[in-house]
């Protein structure tokens, strides 16, 4: 994969420091950092979220024309530093409502978390592309889908060496299931790579990066922050939680519409697995991680609803943009300034 084409003037000269394999001037990054920071809505600013993503991506497949030493140059973390501080920061303001609903629920960890995910709003996407997304809205949502599905469960993994006893145990259970049990074929991201390529779209590694909106980085962003701060861990496991706890009944909703729009028993192959999958999961990451998590490390509690709640915040977002977008008659992606996108090996 090739670096992205950038969206501001913080990608741009991102993408100049890491092609060129020097750093150029740190002043003139931070002023244009914070100058992007303090523009808008942190969490759905193209500049900012691709530029969080670059970063972040240094830690996972990285990028053909970037000098894998960029992975832990002071230069590159401190601009991560910086951006990372406004983008949890802006997390937390986003969920404080979430937060304080589940806080303030009757039952245990595992009680709260539940009712967290079953009584918050999410816009009806799930819905709409069983019943009545065309072909291109369905398209659009597994593009955007590629960004995380792609590397599905990567992020989450982070947090094993940072658990200890009977949660670390569960959480290797569930990334065991996640990466195909032993078997290569079974590779949850690979099935998903499948999937793209029997609707007719490139399965490639980060093929689709330029196209997805800012919000869709944010995303797969607060996952990949959640997995590489330690103080975070509490955050990462609250998000797995709500995140399996989500996902069953969407994903029969999602294998329904690729039948019903002709993809196939190929295509629907990924999503008729989590339907499965994902109710054992969610019991597994709710209570034996969660909950035995934060009965060693009370004090996790606040961070494992609110990485929760950030899932369930996120997604309804990236719902919102796709359905918001549909319903004017429009593309929910990126429309390229030249029409085209970078090649990728």
């Not at 997304?133 to 398209?139: T, V, Y």
């Amino acid at each position: 994969m090739l670096l992205p084409c950038p969206r501001g003037p913080v990608t741009q000269l991102l993408s100049e420091w890491l092609s060129s394999g020097s750093a150029l001037d740190e002043a003139d990054m931070h002023a244009r950092v914070s100058a992007a920071l303090a523009g808008g809505d942190v969490i759905t600013a193209d500049d900012v979220q691709l530029s969080l993503w670059l970063l972040y991506e240094l830690h996972y497949q990285g990028f053909d024309d970037v000098d894998p030493t960029w992975e832990w140059r002071p230069e590159s973390l401190a601009v991560r530093r910086q951006i990372e501080g406004a983008f949890e920061a802006a997390l937390r303001r986003e969920t404080d409502a979430l937060v304080a609903y589940a806080m303030s629920a009757a039952g245990t960890l595992a009680d709260q978390l539940f009712a967290l995910v079953r009584d918050a709003e999410s816009p009806p996407l799930a819905r709409h592309l069983q019943r009545y997304a065309d072909r291109e809205q369905l398209s659009e949502f597994l593009i955007c889908r590629s960004i995380y599905q792609l590397k599905e469960a990567d992020p989450h993994t982070w947090a094993i060496p940072r658990l200890t006893g009977k949660a670390k145990v569960a959480l290797a259970e569930i990334q065991f299931d996640e990466y195909g049990s032993g078997r290569p074929a079974r590779l949850h991201a690979l099935m998903f790579a499948e999937t793209l390529d029997a609707c007719g779209l490139d399965p490639s590694y980060g093929a689709y990066v330029d196209r997805v909106p800012g919000v869709v980085l944010a995303a797969s962003n607060a996952m990949s922050m959640f997995g590489l701060h330690r103080r975070l861990r509490g955050a990462a496991i609250g998000h797995l939680g709500a995140f399996e706890a989500s996902s069953s009944l969407p994903n029969r909703r999602y294998a329904a519409a690729v039948r019903r729009l002709g993809g196939g028993e190929s295509a629907a192959r990924y999503f008729d697995e989590h339907v499965e999958a994902d109710a054992v999961h969610e019991q597994v990451a709710v209570r034996d991680v969660c909950g035995a998590a934060a009965a060693t490390e009370p004090e996790l509690i606040g961070d494992i609803i609110w990485g929760a709640a950030v899932c369930l915040r996120l997604d309804a977002l990236a719902a919102e943009r796709l359905l918001d977008a549909w319903s004017a008659g429009d593309t929910a992606l990126r429309n390229l300034v030249d029409g085209t996108a970078r090649t990728r090996a």
